[in-house]
């Protein structure tokens, strides 16, 4: 039997300065840039993957973590498949921040997104500020998972995305099998996850970056 061809969109949230844009170059394009470079709007790239015989292609939404861009956040995390709340691990208040990001994304998106919490700059464990027990009993507060990432020493991140990955292709698969057991007993529900033969262009819009944190 021949695999199936997902499309999901996935959106990085999170206050500036955490490590988003690094978390998506490093993950896409195995680079990692020292330097802070403030996301304007948002950004996104394009990475295709196989998971077992299904091609999964991810559209990953980098949005900007200043403030002042806050208003703009629905309109990139809107249908997201998935999300990455992700905190710095020396920074409490960026875990603090993640809380108001989980709140929203339930409101607008209910049980249809999968979130992940992400304590990212693992690196810097001995400067950590946030316990990651309390981060991990939060995540699971929210029904999220929590995964700690090091986008400088590429810790974590390609499990961080192939896991999420998993979670929403099997996400996708049972909405199916619902879908077609209420088809063939004439019920109707709403179907959000799209499969579509993808194509093979790499796009990537960078609609950024000025300035430094
Ligand atoms: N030590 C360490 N530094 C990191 C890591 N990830 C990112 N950084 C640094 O943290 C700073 C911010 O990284 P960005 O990826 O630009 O952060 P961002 O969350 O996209 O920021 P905004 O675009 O302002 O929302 C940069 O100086 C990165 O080099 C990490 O895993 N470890």
């Not at 995390?77 to 999300?83: L, P, Q, V």
């Amino acid at each position: 039997m021949s695999g199936k061809n997902y499309q999901f969109k996935v959106v990085l949230l999170g206050e500036g300065c955490v490590g988003k844009t690094s978390l998506m170059l490093r993950y896409v394009q195995d680079k990692f840039n020292e330097e802070h470079l403030s996301t304007i709007q948002a950004a996104f790239l394009k990475k295709k993957i196989r998971i077992g015989s299904n091609s999964v292609e991810l559209a990953i939404w980098d949005t900007a973590g200043q403030e002042r861009y806050h208003a703009l956040g629905p309109i990139y995390y809107r249908a997201s498949n998935g999300a990455f709340l992700v905190y710095d691990i020396t920074d409490i208040d960026s875990f603090e921040r993640i809380k108001s990001w989980v709140k929203e994304l339930k409101t607008s998106l209910g049980n249809n997104c999968i979130l992940c919490i992400v304590g990212n700059k693992s690196d810097l464990e001995k400067n950590r500020n946030v316990p990651i027990k309390e981060a991990e009993e939060y995540a699971k507060s929210v029904g999220a998972k929590h995964y700690s990432t090091s986008a400088k020493l590429n810790h974590g991140v390609n499990e961080l995305f192939l896991d999420i990955s998993k979670r929403m292709a099997e996400k996708a698969e049972s909405s199916q099998s619902t879908e077609s057991n209420n088809a063939q007993n004439g019920s109707s529900s709403t179907k959000r996850n799209v499969i579509q033969v993808v194509d093979d262009s790499e796009t990537n819009q960078t609609d950024k970056k000025t300035g430094c944190c």
